[in-house]
């Protein structure tokens, strides 16, 4: 549960700069974050 949790808060601070810096790639980067996250689940 705990690690669900980080994740999701890290997720959040992730897509917040990512939002702020407009990166381009940022949908390819949340694909490999969601694939490295559901592997270790």
């Known amino acids: 549960m705990t690690?669900?949790?980080l994740f999701q808060v890290n997720l959040?601070?992730?897509h917040a700069g990512c939002v702020f810096?407009?990166?381009k790639d940022?949908?390819?980067q949340f694909k490999t974050l969601n694939m490295l996250f559901f592997r270790a689940d």
């Open 3 to 5: 690690a669900i949790v």
């Open 26 to 28: 940022c949908s390819k």
């Open 12 to 14: 959040l601070r992730f």
């Open 21 to 23: 810096n407009i990166v």
